[in-house]
């Protein structure tokens, strides 16, 4: 089984941070509107994405994942009017978590991937690992936002986002949106133009299968426990 960093002891995390091919893996999500869906799906997305690709080089033995506890609150102004999501201020945003990267690398762990699930945090998590790559010397960190791996461009509530939780064994019904406590649309267009509450991708869902998802991420971390942290990179 993965370990997990809020159940192991300072001394065993010394232990651990001693092994070379250790990756601290911390899951992104959010609490946020998801139409008739749950608040926190991209944090529970994240957190089993997380579990089940390390539980696969677990077995392999090809690296030991140390998986820390999901940071379930996110960046999500665009849908901070609407009832029930939990934005953080971007500021308050990026120093969360650039102290949580922080001391994991005090705990003496070379390799970090921050594992996102929202695509609100990607930006801003980018930017605090190219802040930090430019301060540490010997590390690995990573960004791995989990549609980039599918090759797919990620919805808000919408088919492609259905699959995912879906394939992960997560029921889930986005419905119609109706009723979700938002009146007007967002003022910004990312992308594609959105309806009040959901984004919606012209064309075919491709398939994505619990092999798909968890075979990508499993590949990529095998990729990352595999730098060499002499140099730094994201």
């Known amino acids: 089984m993965p370990l997990e960093y809020a159940r192991i ?38 957190e089993r994405l997380a579990y089940e690709a390390c539980r696969r080089l677990e077995e392999e033995g090809r690296a030991t994942c140390l998986i820390l506890p999901t940071i379930h609150y996110g960046y999500s102004p665009e849908w901070s009017r ?12 990026a ?22 699930a929202h695509g609100g945090n990607a930006g801003v998590a980018e930017a ?7 301060k540490h010397e010997g590390l690995v960190l990573a960004l791995v936002n989990y549609w980039e791996l599918l090759n797919v461009r ?17 029921e889930v019904d986005f419905g119609n949106c109706v009723d979700v406590g938002y009146e007007s649309r967002p003022r910004v267009i990312l992308g594609s133009p959105r309806e009040p509450s959901r984004v919606v991708l012209e064309g075919a869902v491709p398939p ?27």
């Open 208 to 234: 994505l299968g619990p092999e798909a998802l968890i075979g990508a991420l499993a590949k990529a971390l095998r990729k990352i426990a595999s730098e060499s942290p002499l140099k730094h990179s994201i």
């Open 154 to 170: 990620l919805d808000h509530g919408g088919p492609v986002e259905e699959a995912v939780a879906r394939a992960l064994g997560l």
């Open 9 to 46: 002891s300072a001394r065993d995390l010394e232990n651990v941070a001693l092994k070379g091919d250790v990756i601290a893996v911390i899951p992104l999500g959010s609490v946020e509107q998801h139409c008739e869906g749950p608040l926190g799906l991209d944090s529970m997305v994240a």
């Open 128 to 134: 605090i690992l190219r802040g930090l790559a430019s």
């Open 95 to 116: 120093k969360l978590l650039e102290e949580v990267i922080e001391g994991v690398v005090r705990g003496g762990v070379k390799r970090v991937v921050l594992l996102n």
């Open 82 to 93: 609407v009832r029930g999501t939990i934005s953080l201020p971007l500021h308050v945003y």
